[in-house]
């Protein structure tokens, strides 16, 4: 099975507003930091981070190798195959995902793990280290690099014709069954429902599916779509896929995408089936990301102007 990395722009913000800073003197102030400083509790779920020795004297030494790490909730069973033997666990088990920062581009690239950390997880774990206060709120902005065919080209269609949804009931499903502050809204109830229904049938995926039928009606894309958008980054552990067929005004054909893998620019990881270590696949994503010519080196651009401001002190 292929194994990709999705890249994304990766801001500081200040009140708002997106900072020059630098990501590796960011990053190089939570590395050293001991491990129980280094976890930190997202949505009820503890998180980690693990960072490797920049490459020294090279063009790559500002990149920063971080392994982020999501504790989960239930152990399996550790077994032999052919024999009765199964026993609980005892340790901890973390999954990890491998990440590549590129400061000068202020690029993050990520591998994907359905059960290692999501993109929103990570923006919040990093955002944990950084001072809110009444006068200033500093945060992290985390915006995917999109592919000729994403949200920006969807949202100019005016002809989606299905939208298709699949829910990870096993994943973190109470989360948002329990959600109180959730938009009220008909897709919204119906996704609740849903996932409170499968759950009662102990099924662990439910799917979702949205047509126009003989009626000339049609899909209502603004409403729809921002909708799907919040819920695609915000409960990104409860989509497993968001996939929309529609009339892309760009190539002027239908088109299907996957909003929640399609629509972001991705690298694939060749060589990783030889070994899934954290570290070993922060090496292949460096490696396939100079090899692929850098790309998005300079989409960073599109999200100026960048205020000039001291860095604060993280918190710990």
């Not at 971080?66 to 009765?84: Q, V």
């Not at 994943?171 to 809204?185: E, L, R, T, W």
Request: glycine residues 4%.
């Amino acid at each position: 099975m292929q194994k990709f990395a999705y890249l994304y722009n990766c801001y500081i913000t200040l009140n708002g507003k997106r900072t020059d800073i630098a990501l590796d003197d960011f990053l190089d102030k939570i590395i050293p930091l001991d491990a129980i400083k280094r976890q930190k509790k997202i949505k009820g779920v503890d998180y980690i981070s693990k960072g490797m020795m920049p490459e020294i004297n090279s063009s790559k030494s500002r990149n920063r190798q971080i392994g982020f790490g999501k504790y989960r909730d239930h152990k399996p069973y550790e077994a032999e195959k052919g024999t009765d033997f199964a026993e609980l666990i005892k340790k901890d088990i973390l999954e990890m995902c491998s990440a590549l920062f590129i400061p000068q581009q202020k690029l993050l690239v990520v591998e994907y793990n359905h059960y290692g950390p999501r993109i929103n997880s990570i923006a919040q774990y990093l955002s944990s280290f950084l001072p809110k206060n009444d006068n200033d709120l500093w945060d992290i902005e985390i915006l995917p690099v999109e592919t000729d065919l994403g949200w920006s080209d969807l949202a100019k269609s005016n002809d989606i014709r299905k939208i298709e949804i699949k829910l990870d009931i096993a994943g973190k499903s109470k989360h948002f069954i329990s959600k109180k502050n959730a938009p009220k809204s008909l897709l919204m109830n119906l996704i609740q429902e849903t996932v409170k229904t499968h759950s009662q049938f102990g099924a662990n995926t439910a799917q979702l599916c949205f047509g126009n039928g003989r009626k000339k009606v049609g899909i209502q894309a603004e409403h729809l779509l921002s909708l799907l958008e919040l819920l695609a980054y915000e409960e990104s552990e409860l989509f497993e896929t968001v996939k929309v067929k529609y009339k892309s005004t760009s190539t002027g054909r239908m088109e299907e995408v996957d909003l929640k893998h399609d629509g972001v620019k991705s690298i694939i990881l060749n060589n990783v089936d030889k070994n899934n270590n954290w570290e070993y696949i922060c090496n292949e994503i460096s490696n396939e990301y100079y090899v692929e010519k850098e790309p998005a080196s300079s989409n960073f651009s599109k999200h100026a102007p960048f205020k000039s401001t001291k860095f604060p002190d993280i918190i710990i």
